[in-house]
């Protein structure tokens, strides 16, 4: 069984590297009469004159490349996005299946957590087996998220939490409008329907809720969910599916809508940077891609405008937040951790969510009268070395496999990222103009879900116990 957060305790860690095409290989020499660097700390082969000879590519450029790059280069943003979101060989194109457990589970008949967990893992297999008669695939991508574990009550709780503000502040002069981003099978939208038609018919009569998905599977199946039963086609003309990714929306909506992205962020493409431990002056990552399609991994000097907008909205938007980074350790520690024989050239890196704060400007731009509600992971065991690091794990022969770099075969991984609250909080305030609230997962829900509907009979309570390492930021 997988999780895309914290129940790893099922997952094993393997090797991993025969996924990995990075070769360890002799020393390079270090690159000095230039502006770029390659990192020392992994030993790769000198590839200094095929970085000055290749093209700069970007994930909007190959879009319509069936074929993975080689003999390329580009920014690690632009490579994870490709990785994640390429029409033709992009993880979440062509490889993702979002566990379904069937019927919702009947928390109150449930004796305890370890029984919970087994019927999971039971409803797991059959659902596996049921898609493997269909195609047999080792390498099926299959995880769930607490949207589907805990419906219908998890979709609920968000809906009481918006019909409760709906009816505080907008109706009724407004209608109550939602856009989801990143809707997964389509459960939460199918959800928050069916419970405000259930307890509120007049505000369903003004609910209209619109998805923005990327994934052209996920989006036909979101649709198909629309229609595969009688109380799911009445909702059919309320919803629209917009099947495009959030980055390319273009249309204005001056009015009120509730904004919901539920573990959406975690897959934002990140940049990456390492300070230059002396002098402290960050340097960006981009990635090469060989003639045998092998990565290796180049920093420069020279922010790109996206990477260095980030650090100025954060230092202005921060001043007074102490956050987690490479440059957060005494000055002399730094240094003399450096010097030492066969020390790394460049401090650990840290990833830059670059993609979030364009998200936060679209919000504020074409949305400037939404308010957000969001869920994701604060923090995620088992990741990557670095700050602000991703997990990277695939699944094959039904055991989640995790490796320790992103630059892995593009479109077999899930890349994702924990999100630091704290400082998203400031951003988004600076890029928005709007005040939030964060909180963690368990007291948005404790607050706002039937949480006796999710008690099993020893009183445990998953939906509020797990997802330790989830937050909750909404706009108030
Ligand atoms: C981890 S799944 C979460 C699904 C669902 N929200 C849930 O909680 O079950 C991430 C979802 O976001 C979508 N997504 C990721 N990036 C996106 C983007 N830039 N624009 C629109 N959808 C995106 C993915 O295709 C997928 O549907």
Same mark, same amino acid.
């Given at each position: 069984?997988?999780?895309?957060?914290?129940?790893?305790?099922?997952?094993?860690?393997?090797?991993?590297?025969?996924?990995?095409?990075?070769?360890?290989?002799?020393?390079?020499?270090?690159?000095?009469?230039?502006?770029?660097?390659?990192?020392?700390?992994?030993?790769?082969?000198?590839?200094?004159?095929?970085?000055?000879?290749?093209?700069?590519?970007?994930?909007?450029?190959?879009?319509?490349?069936?074929?993975?790059?080689?003999?390329?280069?580009?920014?690690?943003?632009?490579?994870?996005?490709?990785?994640?979101?390429?029409?033709?060989?992009?993880?979440?194109?062509?490889?993702?299946?979002?566990?379904?457990?069937?019927?919702?589970?009947?928390?109150?008949?449930?004796?305890?957590?370890?029984?919970?967990?087994?019927?999971?893992?039971?409803?797991?297999?059959?659902?596996?087996?049921?898609?493997?008669?269909?195609?047999?695939r080792e390498d099926r991508q299959l995880w769930h998220t607490p949207t589907e574990l805990f419906r219908p009550f998890y979709g609920e709780a968000i809906a009481r939490y918006m019909v409760a503000?709906?009816?505080?502040?907008?109706?009724?002069?407004?209608?109550?409008?939602?856009?989801?981003?990143?809707?997964? /099978?389509?459960?939460?939208?199918? /959800?928050?329907?069916?419970?405000?038609?259930?307890?509120?018919?007049?505000?369903?009569?003004?609910?209209?809720?619109?998805?923005?998905?990327?994934?052209?599977?996920?989006?036909?199946?979101?649709?198909?969910?629309?229609?595969?039963?009688?109380?799911?086609?009445?909702?059919?003309?309320?919803?629209?599916?917009? /099947?495009?990714?959030?980055?390319?929306?273009?249309?204005?909506?001056?009015?009120?809508?509730?904004?919901?992205?539920?573990?959406?962020?975690?897959?934002?493409?990140?940049?990456?940077?390492?300070?230059?431990?002396?002098?402290?002056?960050?340097?960006?990552?981009?990635?090469?891609?060989?003639?045998?399609?092998?990565?290796?991994?180049?920093?420069?000097?020279?922010?790109?405008?996206?990477?260095?907008?980030?650090?100025?909205?954060?230092?202005?938007?921060?001043?007074?937040?102490?956050?987690?980074?490479?440059?957060?350790?005494?000055?002399?520690?730094?240094?003399?951790?450096?010097?030492?024989?066969?020390?790394?050239?460049?401090?650990?890196?840290?990833?830059?969510?670059?993609?979030?704060?364009?998200?936060?400007?679209?919000?504020?731009?074409?949305?400037?009268?939404?308010?957000?509600?969001?869920?994701?992971?604060?923090?995620l065991p088992q990741a990557t070395p670095g700050y602000n690091a991703p997990v990277v794990q695939t699944r094959y022969q039904r055991r989640t496999v995790l490796v320790t770099t992103p630059l892995v075969q593009q479109g077999y991984f899930d890349i994702l990222f924990p999100t630091?609250?704290?400082?998203?909080?400031?951003?988004?305030?600076?890029?928005?103009?709007?005040?939030?609230?964060?909180?963690?997962?368990?007291?948005?829900?404790?607050?706002?879900?039937?949480?006796?509907?999710?008690?099993?009979?020893?009183?445990?309570?998953?939906?509020?116990?797990?997802?330790?390492?989830?937050?909750?930021?909404?706009?108030?």
């Amino acid at each position: 069984m997988c999780s895309r957060s914290v129940a790893v305790e099922q997952c094993r860690q393997q090797s991993g590297q025969r996924y990995t095409r990075q070769q360890p290989e002799k020393k390079p020499k270090t690159t000095v009469e230039s502006n770029w660097q390659q990192r020392t700390d992994h030993f790769p082969l000198n590839k200094s004159e095929d970085f000055k000879r290749y093209p700069t590519v970007t994930s909007d450029g190959l879009r319509s490349r069936k074929e993975r790059p080689r003999r390329a280069k580009m920014l690690m943003r632009d490579f994870i996005e490709d990785s994640l979101y390429n029409p033709h060989y992009g993880y979440f194109s062509k490889n993702v299946t979002i566990f379904s457990p069937g019927a919702p589970f009947d928390f109150n008949r449930i004796p305890d957590e370890p029984e919970f967990n087994r019927l999971l893992g039971e409803r797991y297999s059959q659902f596996e087996d049921e898609l493997d008669k269909e195609q047999f695939r080792e390498d099926r991508q299959l995880w769930h998220t607490p949207t589907e574990l805990f419906r219908p009550f998890y979709g609920e709780a968000i809906a009481r939490y918006m019909v409760a503000n709906y009816k505080l502040t907008l109706y009724p002069y407004h209608d109550l409008v939602i856009y989801e981003v990143g809707a997964g /099978n389509g459960t939460l939208m199918l /959800n928050i329907l069916d419970y405000i038609r259930r307890v509120d018919p007049e505000v369903y009569a003004r609910t209209r809720y619109r998805i923005i998905e990327v994934s052209s599977a996920l989006a036909k199946l979101q649709d198909h969910g629309l229609y595969a039963s009688a109380a799911s086609r009445g909702h059919s003309d309320k919803v629209e599916i917009i /099947n495009k990714s959030v980055f390319d929306w273009d249309t204005y909506v001056p009015e009120p809508c509730f904004f919901l992205a539920m573990e959406v962020f975690d897959n934002f493409a990140h940049d990456v940077v390492r300070y230059d431990p002396d002098t402290e002056q960050p340097m960006q990552g981009s990635v090469l891609i060989d003639a045998d399609g092998d990565f290796y991994e180049f920093y420069d000097r020279n922010l790109d405008p996206v990477a260095a907008r980030y650090l100025r909205v954060r230092d202005a938007a921060c001043q007074d937040r102490q956050y987690a980074g490479p440059l957060r350790s005494p000055p002399w520690l730094r240094k003399l951790r450096h010097s030492l024989p066969f020390a790394p050239n460049l401090t650990l890196p840290e990833y830059l969510p670059t993609r979030l704060m364009q998200f936060f400007h679209i919000l504020g731009t074409k949305f400037p009268a939404h308010r957000l509600i969001t869920s994701d992971f604060h923090s995620l065991p088992q990741a990557t070395p670095g700050y602000n690091a991703p997990v990277v794990q695939t699944r094959y022969q039904r055991r989640t496999v995790l490796v320790t770099t992103p630059l892995v075969q593009q479109g077999y991984f899930d890349i994702l990222f924990p999100t630091d609250f704290g400082v998203m909080e400031d951003i988004y305030r600076a890029i928005t103009g709007r005040l939030t609230r964060v909180m963690t997962h368990e007291d948005f829900f404790q607050r706002w879900a039937d949480v006796e509907g999710t008690e099993m009979l020893s009183g445990e309570n998953a939906m509020l116990g797990w997802y330790k390492n989830a937050s909750v930021m909404v706009t108030v």
